[in-house]
């Protein structure tokens, strides 16, 4: 077997090509037999050849050579110069009073340095981002999956359309052939009595003749006429057809009353992905099953309320929620006998601006008169927050088990302010470019209600700019909405109320238009709930993503069902 082709020869010398490699230039990285060292050195020598047994190969620092002396290693490091350095350069003006280190240990830091990056990229960035790809090729098979359940629900639509389309049809023509049927009746009997007087008008006739042609003056004399009975002809029957009026088919108006799309949108979130050795597992059932709006939302339970006018709502549980309004009591009803089963009064004897409830199912409400932030605890009322010139209106409790308030003062901008117990953590009032994202209270009825989204966004309604102002966790304005046209009642938008649901979906009251206004966590419309509703005001959702409507006028809660 020729060893120069073999696949199981051996490392050959690089010189000669024939004797076994046995030595290796550490300054070249030529690999030698030891016939062919003395004959590589005098090939060039210039260089500081360091030649040593193959199995010590690379054991060699190779110095970088110096970019100011010909020929001269760089055995130290300048520090303050961050360089490489020779031992002319030392001795030099340049580095005079400079700290020096020996390169090679600047070599083993920046070389464990590397071996430690090398790790993480190996060990965290790398699989991080197999699971990010894993994750976006998830979210595009989900997608299309998605977008198929759309395309079969606006196909299935049409059939549903198409089938009350026939029904429709054959609804018109079995009463054109009602109709056809009468009229056709009617004038057979018509006919029918026409034919009936033809028939005597004829022997009438056939009777004159016969006493004319007869000479026997008695039977003549027996002939009585009758022509003046005949004289007054019937009736004439005019009937009218009926018409079809068919509606002009518009592309607009139909597809309104067909269904719309909303439109479709995408947003890139910095720092939108963790580590995977920092990500945390989800907790079961933290993605919730996808849910779609009812055609028609249904309203379940209407609870009747003993307020002058009721402004919030806010779940206890699945049975229960609080209510309040214009009074001093706070009120717990019974979703299913719509019984009151507790009250609770405030301190300061006034009626509470806003209430919640924590994770832990304490009552929280704020209290603008005294302007304080109170929690609720085995029926004892403890004051959290107290304010100095800045009055509570909205409050919800976090996904954290800490409070967001939004709040106002005459002549100033509102603003958010992030609690933990009585601590000020975060304040939210400007923008980037230091414009106020909140109205300012320049009369006497605006209103501010707040609530954070399952994607944490916290979610402002602000009536006074007639707009829903969303913000992220850190504060940055994602989107304004400030209503959708045409609106049920053509009237401008007064958001109060405002909750969220699992699909991450932000529902708030227009008390303005008597319904309430579905968007989705980019700020595009999805749709309208009305149900009959009076004032709607405060909102809240459960567990199940029931909606509870406070209506103020009539003091009413509504239960809608809005998805399945």
């Avoid at 039977?219 to 009926?242: A, D, G």
């Avoid at 307020?307 to 049975?319: H, I, P, Q, R, T």
């Avoid at 405002?498 to 529902?507: E, H």
């Avoid at 005001?537 to 103020?552: E, H, I, P, R, W």
Wanted: hydrophobic share 30%; glycine share 4%; with cysteine.
């Amino acid at each position: 077997m020729d060893p120069r082709t073999s696949a199981q020869d051996v490392m050959r010398c690089d010189l000669c090509e024939t004797a076994v490699v046995q030595m290796h230039c550490d300054t070249c990285l030529v690999n030698l037999c030891k016939a062919c060292v003395g004959e590589h050195i005098s090939k060039d020598e210039s260089k500081d050849h360091k030649v040593v047994k193959f199995q010590s190969r690379k054991s060699t620092p190779l110095y970088p050579e110096c970019k100011h002396h010909n020929k001269q290693q760089c055995t130290m490091y300048c520090k303050q110069c961050d360089i490489p350095v020779c031992t002319k350069c030392l001795t030099s003006d340049q580095h005079l009073g400079h700290k020096l280190s020996e390169i090679l240990q600047i070599v083993e830091d920046k070389k464990n340095k590397i071996i430690k990056d090398q790790t993480e990229l190996k060990e965290k960035i790398y699989p991080t981002y197999q699971d990010i790809a894993s994750d976006v090729q998830n979210r595009m098979s989900q997608l299309k999956k998605e977008y198929g359940d759309l395309s079969t629900a606006i196909t299935k639509h049409g059939e549903d359309w198409q089938r009350e389309i026939d029904k429709l049809v054959k609804k018109l023509k079995a009463e054109v052939d009602e109709m056809k049927n009468t009229q056709l009746q009617t004038l057979q009997k018509h006919l029918d009595e026409i034919n009936k007087t033809m028939s005597e008008i004829k022997e009438e006739i056939n009777s004159v003749e016969m006493a004319i042609d007869t000479n026997d003056l008695s039977k003549l004399f027996s002939v009585t006429s009758k022509i003046h009975r005949y004289r007054n002809l019937p009736q004439k029957l005019s009937l009218s057809l009926p018409k079809f009026i068919p509606e002009k088919i518009q592309g607009e108006k139909l597809s309104k009353l067909f269904g719309t799309l909303s439109s479709s949108s995408w947003t890139s979130v910095e720092h939108g992905y963790s580590m995977k050795a920092t990500q945390k597992l989800p907790e079961a059932g933290s993605s919730p099953p996808v849910k779609q709006l009812l055609d028609e939302p249904l309203t379940v339970v209407t609870i009747h309320t003993k307020y002058g006018k009721l402004y919030s709502v806010a779940c206890l549980n699945d049975e229960e929620i609080w209510t309040s309004g214009y009074d001093s009591t706070m009120k717990l009803y019974s979703i299913n006998q719509g019984s009151q089963l507790k009250s609770i009064k405030t301190k300061s004897g006034e009626w509470p601006s806003d209430i919640a409830v924590t994770k832990s199912g304490d009552l929280v409400y704020t209290d603008k008169d005294d302007r304080t932030v109170n929690i609720v605890k085995n029926g004892k009322t403890e004051e959290v927050i107290r304010l100095q010139n800045w009055i509570p209106w909205g409050v919800c409790s976090t996904s954290s088990g800490d409070l967001l308030v939004i709040m106002e003062s005459y002549g100033k901008p509102a603003k958010v302010v992030h609690y933990s117990g009585s601590t000020e953590k975060q304040t939210i009032q400007f923008d980037d470019n230091g414009k106020s994202l909140y109205s300012s209270r320049s009369f006497r009825y605006i209103t501010y209600y707040i609530t954070e989204n399952r994607n944490l966004d916290i979610c402002v309604s602000d009536s006074g700019a007639k707009a829903v102002v969303v913000v992220n966790q850190a504060g940055k304005l994602r989107f304004r909405y400030t209503g959708h046209t045409p609106s049920p009642k053509n009237k401008p938008f007064i958001p109060v109320g405002i909750t969220t649901d699992s699909q991450s979906q932000i529902l708030t009251a227009d008390i303005n238009n008597n319904c309430v206004h579905i968007i989705d966590q980019d700020g595009q419309f999805l749709r309208y709930i009305d149900c009959g509703l009076s004032s709607p005001y405060g909102l809240c959702t459960d567990k199940s993503d029931n909606l509870f409507v406070a209506q103020m006028s009539n003091s009413q809660v509504k239960k809608i069902k809005y998805m399945y």
